[in-house]
C-alpha cells in the first residue's frame, strides 16, 4: 500500500489560519483518529484535534475530498487549525505517530497530481511558477499555464499528429478493406503544413514569455559619474547602491528588481566604462559589457554636456536607448523638443515619468494575450524545434518511402508528448478502429 504523506500547506508560521494537507490510502483512518469521524465529502466540520494520550491539540475544521476527484487524484484531507508553531508542531507530532503516515518531500502532493493523470507537466510547471509569481503579468502567465492552456494546445497538435500517423498506417495496413479509401495519406499534408506554421508561429513568442517568466533586464551604462547609480536609486525610490562623486566606485553589476506597468524588470547598474589600469575595474567594465550585450535594454547614461559613444560593441543595438542625466545642473534644464533623446534629472525627478513610460511601452509590445499560452520553459522550446524538423522533413522530402515520414511523424508527437508528460502510443490504434471500421 503506498505512503499516506502529509504536511503544512501554508507559509511559515505564526499565522491566523494554518493548513495541513493529508493524502493517500490511510486519509480516513487518520481523520477517524485525530477527528473521531470522516466529515461529509467537500465539507468543512468543526471539531476538535486530539493526541494519542487524548488531550486536545487544537480545534478547528477538517475537509475531506475523496480519490479521485481531489487535488492528488487520492483521498486527501485538510486540517484548518491556528497558526501558531506549537499548534502546528503538536498535529504534525500526531500524524507523524500514526502507522503508514510520513512527512511529504518537497512537491510531492504534486509530483502525485501529475502521477495520477491530474495535471500535465505544463501545469505542474505553470503551478511553480504562479507560487514565485511577483508581478500581475507573471501571474497571469503562469495561471493561464497552469490552467490548461498549454496542455490543451499542446495535446491538439499531438492529436492532429496520431491522426496523420493512423491515415498513413490505415493505408498501409488495411488497404484491402473497402472502407479505407486508397488516397486517403493525400488528405493529411495539407493539415501538416498548416501546423507547422502554427508551431513556428507559436516559437516566434518564446521571447515574450521568457521576458514575462524570467524579467525584462535594462543594463545601465555609461561613463563614471554619468549617473547611473543615481537613476537606479531614484527609480528603486530606496538606497540600493553606494552613490560618490569618485569615479570607479561601482565595481561589479549591481541588480534590483522593480514592478513596472505589471512586468517584472530587472534593473543592473554597472561599472563606469572608462580607460583603466586597475585589474579589479577592468574585470568590472568586462562584466558591464557583458550585462549590456545580454539586457533587453540598455540605457547608455551621458551628463548634459557629453557625446553618446558609437563604439558599444552591443549584439542589438535597436536595444539602446541614449539617456542624457544630470539635466538638473546644465545651463538649460529644458531639453531640446526636436531631441529623441531624453533628459532626466535624478535629484529633481526631472524626466523620470518619460522614462518610465519609454520602458512600459517597450514592455507593453510584449504578447497581447498576456503569455498565457505561450511557451515558458527553454525545454519547451528545444522539443518544439525538433518536432519541427521532424515535421519538416517528413513533408518535405516526399520521396522518402511512406513509412519512413510515418516514424518522422512519430517522432513529431513523442517530442510534443514529452513536453506535457503524456506520451501514449495506444493513441494511434484507438483512432484507426474508430474511424474505420476495420475488422467488421
Known amino acids: 500500500m503506498r505512503e499516506t504523506i502529509f504536511a503544512l500547506s501554508t507559509g511559515a508560521p505564526p499565522a491566523g489560519v494554518a493548513v495541513i494537507r493529508i493524502s493517500g490510502p490511510r486519509v480516513q483512518s487518520a481523520l477517524l483518529t485525530l477527528?473521531?469521524?470522516?466529515?461529509?465529502?467537500?465539507?468543512?466540520?468543526?471539531?476538535?484535534?486530539?493526541?494519542?494520550?487524548?488531550?486536545?491539540?487544537?480545534?478547528?475544521?477538517?475537509?475531506?475530498?475523496?480519490?479521485?476527484?481531489?487535488?492528488?487524484?487520492?483521498?486527501?484531507?485538510?486540517?484548518?487549525?491556528?497558526?501558531?508553531?506549537?499548534?502546528i508542531n503538536a498535529v504534525l507530532l500526531a500524524?507523524?505517530?500514526?502507522?503508514?503516515?510520513?512527512e511529504a518531500e518537497p512537491g510531492e502532493f504534486t509530483r502525485r497530481a501529475f502521477e495520477n493523470g491530474r495535471m500535465d507537466l505544463t501545469a505542474v510547471e505553470g503551478l511553480a511558477d504562479l507560487i514565485q509569481a511577483e508581478t500581475e503579468a507573471q501571474r497571469k502567465q503562469a495561471l493561464g499555464q497552469s490552467d490548461g492552456n498549454l496542455k490543451s494546445l499542446y495535446g491538439n497538435w499531438a492529436k492532429r499528429l496520431t491522426h496523420a500517423r493512423a491515415m498513413i498506417e490505415a493505408e498501409l495496413d488495411f488497404s484491402d478493406e473497402e472502407d479505407v479509401p486508397g488516397s486517403v495519406t493525400d488528405r493529411i499534408w495539407p493539415?501538416?503544413?498548416l501546423l507547422i506554421k502554427e508551431i513556428e508561429a507559436h516559437l516566434s513568442k518564446a521571447k515574450a514569455a521568457e521576458i514575462i517568466r524570467e524579467g525584462f533586464r535594462i543594463a545601465l551604462i555609461g561613463p563614471p559619474n554619468a549617473g547611473k547609480s543615481s537613476l537606479l536609486n531614484c527609480l528603486a525610490q530606496r538606497d540600493v547602491v553606494i552613490v560618490s562623486e569618485t569615479p570607479g566606485t561601482t565595481r561589479d553589476v549591481v541588480e534590483v528588481r522593480l514592478d513596472i506597468g505589471g512586468y517584472l524588470v530587472l534593473l543592473q547598474d554597472t561599472a563606469g566604462l572608462r580607460e583603466t589600469e586597475d585589474a579589479v575595474e577592468q574585470e568590472g567594465i568586462r562584466r558591464s559589457m557583458a550585462s549590456a550585450d545580454q539586457a533587453d535594454l540598455v540605457l547608455e547614461l551621458v551628463e548634459p554636456c557629453a557625446s553618446p559613444s558609437s563604439e558599444l560593441p552591443l549584439r542589438n543595438r535597436k536595444a539602446l536607448l541614449t539617456v542624457r542625466t544630470k539635466i538638473d545642473l546644465a545651463a538649460d534644464d529644458t531639453?531640446?523638443?526636436?531631441?529623441?533623446?531624453?533628459?532626466?534629472?535624478?535629484?529633481?525627478?526631472?524626466?523620470?515619468?518619460?522614462?518610465?513610460?519609454?520602458?512600459?511601452?517597450?514592455?507593453?509590445?510584449?504578447?497581447?494575450?498576456?503569455?498565457?499560452?505561450?511557451?515558458?520553459?527553454?525545454?519547451?522550446?528545444?522539443?518544439l524545434d525538433r518536432c519541427l524538423s521532424d515535421l519538416r522533413k517528413s513533408l518535405r522530402e516526399d520521396e522518402l518511402p511512406i513509412?519512413?515520414?510515418?516514424?518522422?511523424?512519430?517522432?513529431?508527437?513523442?517530442?510534443?508528448g514529452r513536453i506535457t508528460g503524456a506520451v501514449d502510443v495506444e493513441d494511434l490504434l484507438d483512432v484507426i478502429f474508430s474511424e474505420f471500421c476495420v475488422g467488421k
Do not use: W
Open 403 to 416: 513509412e519512413v515520414r510515418s516514424e518522422l511523424l512519430r517522432s513529431a508527437a513523442t517530442h510534443i
Open 191 to 193: 493539415d501538416l503544413a
Open 95 to 102: 500524524l507523524s505517530a500514526l502507522e503508514g503516515l510520513r
Open 335 to 383: 531639453p531640446d523638443a526636436s531631441s529623441t533623446e531624453l533628459a532626466v534629472s535624478s535629484k529633481t525627478g526631472f524626466g523620470i515619468d518619460a522614462l518610465l513610460g519609454k520602458i512600459a511601452n517597450r514592455l507593453s509590445k510584449l504578447d497581447s494575450e498576456g503569455g498565457s499560452g505561450l511557451p515558458t520553459r527553454s525545454r519547451h522550446v528545444l522539443l
Open 35 to 87: 477527528t473521531g469521524n470522516v466529515p461529509p465529502a467537500r465539507m468543512a466540520r468543526l471539531c476538535k484535534i486530539i493526541g494519542a494520550d487524548g488531550a486536545v491539540l487544537d480545534q478547528g475544521l477538517a475537509l475531506f475530498f475523496p480519490g479521485p476527484h481531489s487535488y492528488t487524484g487520492e483521498d486527501v484531507a485538510e486540517l484548518q487549525i491556528h497558526g501558531s508553531r506549537a499548534s
